[in-house]
């Protein structure tokens, strides 16, 4: 059965006859009817589908191969994750405590004891049992009189971590001296 290539529907046999020397071997067979020219095209026909099908092979395989890989690299990620804002038993948070090497100044280095403004004996004890991050914010708030949102600009942290921060300090201070709130 002779059939014109404008008629072919399937699309495999349309992709196969796109190509040159396919469309050549047809249209000869067409013109002179030998069907030496049909064993050529089957021939051809059949390592075209063999790559096809190998080709739709690895396109799924590598397609859910992804997925799996996706999945199991979400499962990692929920069961490794970083915690940064999960609280201690202080109320502080991880990233509240971890310092930028790159703020505009280094905090560390300044000579800011708390201790040396307060003449108080049990509150400099109470004092030295707060965290260095929070006897930090104490300084630059109370001795500095610097405002919450300019403590946080020079730590590289929000506002909202800042007064966090010193609430949670002068609570601890105000459960050693025993007031209640």
Not at 9 to 20: A, M, S, T, V
Not at 80 to 85: A, E, K, P
């Amino acid at each position: 059965m002779k059939i014109p290539l404008n008629e072919i529907k399937n699309p495999i046999l349309k992709h196969f006859f796109e190509e040159k020397k396919h469309k050549l071997t047809y249209e000869e067979y067409l013109r002179t009817g030998d069907l030496k020219y049909i064993e050529q095209l089957e021939i051809s026909f059949k390592e075209y589908s063999y790559k096809v099908r190998i080709l739709a092979y690895f396109n799924k395989y590598l397609y859910f191969k992804a997925i799996k890989y996706d999945m199991k690299h979400r499962k990692l990620q929920q069961r490794f994750q970083l915690i940064l804002d999960k609280s201690d038993e202080e109320s502080n948070t991880i990233i509240d405590n971890i310092e930028d090497e790159n703020s505009q100044i280094n905090i560390d280095k300044m000579d800011m004891k708390i201790d040396d403004f307060v003449t108080d004996e049990r509150l400099s004890k109470s004092i030295n049992k707060l965290t260095f991050q929070q006897k930090k914010v104490l300084y630059f708030y109370y001795v500095e009189e610097l405002k919450d949102i300019e403590i946080a600009k020079k730590f590289n942290v929000t506002r909202q971590s800042i007064t966090k921060t010193r609430n949670t300090a002068i609570k601890k201070l105000k459960a050693d001296f025993g007031i209640k709130e």
